[in-house]
């Protein structure tokens, strides 16, 4: 599945421990990369879901520099050695 370039999406992570329970870290971030590493987003701190303890999102408006279909990788930092990558795709309007 690809999105809109132009469109909102949000971007999500829910963190859990090693126990298998959510766990809000100190510090998260995300970011999103082309697949040579041009930076599209970087190090954007994310909203927490009201009412949960580590479910996050942020919304972000593909960019309207982005020309052409294209893989994207989205990358969640959080505290400690940790990260989870995505990759998504992209494309323009037909």
Same mark, same amino acid.
């Given at each position: @599945?690809?999105? $809109? #370039?132009?469109?909102? !999406?949000?971007?999500?992570a829910? #963190?859990?421990?090693? *126990?298998? %329970? =959510?766990?809000?870290?100190?510090?998260?971030?995300?970011?999103?990369?082309?697949? *040579? &590493?041009? !930076?599209?987003?970087e190090?954007?701190?994310p %909203?927490?879901e009201?009412?949960?303890?580590?479910?996050?999102?942020?919304?972000?408006? #593909?960019?309207?520099?982005?020309?052409?279909?294209?893989?994207?990788? @989205?990358v969640?930092?959080?505290? &400690?050695?940790?990260?989870?990558?995505? @990759?998504?795709? $992209? =494309?323009p309007i037909?």
């Open positions: @599945m690809a999105y $809109v #370039i132009g469109d909102t !999406v949000r971007l999500k829910t #963190i859990y421990n090693l *126990d298998g %329970d =959510e766990e809000a870290p100190a510090l998260i971030k995300v970011s999103v990369y082309q697949k *040579d &590493g041009t !930076v599209i987003i190090d954007k701190v %909203d927490l009201s009412g949960t303890t580590a479910h996050y999102y942020y919304d972000w408006e #593909i960019s309207d520099t982005l020309t052409k279909r294209q893989d994207l990788y @989205m969640w930092w959080w505290t &400690g050695p940790h990260q989870k990558k995505f @990759m998504f795709k $992209v =494309e037909l």
